[in-house]
């Protein structure tokens, strides 16, 4: 196990507390919710505030500080297709009606930067910021399958089940190995009811200029327009979408 810091894992713990954008804390709360005793807990916001991590707000209320943002923007400009991320993800979506998304993959679990939906679209668990365990997307076996299977091993608990979120998610190691042999094989990966009922996913890379995938594109389908197209023609959709973001990243099929 790497070594981590204390000190900053706690800092890092009272900033995940403002992830919810209707929580409203003060220090109290923060000492609260984190367990840390409550000098503890002051000094940390302190320095927080000072460094313009946190800032005060209607007394002692606290939310995010403009650090924030600016590493927001950086990374924005690391990630600089965010932008045609979502122009794909929208043009996807008029172009089938069904709810198109684009993530990157961050440890286990995908993280979504991108989804336009349509107005009938089933209530779905993603949203842009949120995360989700790789293993039930069909973005997330996309991009698990570019890695080597040693990789993907590390990133779960050895010998422990993996979690599910219905009763139709892979729950297991082994079988999330076997599925990603099949998608490097077909070079799509597909997902039926594993993170939500009633949906059909299809899932394809985005790749670089070296061939690695750096984000996936996929379609959620309600199950009952899912045979309206025959399945060679998602694939062509969603192979063609994420082509085009590949393209911005220098990659040559």
Sequence with gaps: MPRLTPAL??????????????????????SRCTGLPR??????????????????????????????????????????????????????????????????????????????????????????????????????????????????ARRYPAGGRLPTLTPRSLSTLEALLAELDVVRARGVAYEIEESGPNTHCVAAAVQNSLGRAVAAVSLAVPISRWELRQQHEWDELIRGAAARLSAQYGYAA
């Design 9 to 30: 894992m706690r800092a890092l713990d009272i900033l995940e507390l403002f992830l919810d954008p209707e929580r409203r804390l003060d220090a109290a709360d923060v």
């Design 39 to 152: 000098t503890t807990a002051h000094e940390l916001v302190t320095t927080l505030i000072t460094r313009g991590y946190l800032q005060r707000e209607e007394g002692s209320l606290l939310r995010l500080g403009p650090k924030l943002l600016a590493l927001g923007d950086a990374y924005s400009a690391r990630y600089d297709l965010l932008g045609e991320a979502t122009a794909v993800a929208k043009d996807l979506c008029a172009e089938t009606g069904e709810t198109a998304s684009v993530a990157l993959l961050e440890g286990a679990e995908v993280f979504y930067i991108a989804k336009a939906e349509p107005h009938d679209s089933l209530p779905t668990l993603s949203r842009i910021g949120q995360r989700l365990p790789a293993h039930c997307t069909a973005l997330g076996k996309v991009l698990l399958a570019d890695l080597a299977p040693e990789e993907v």
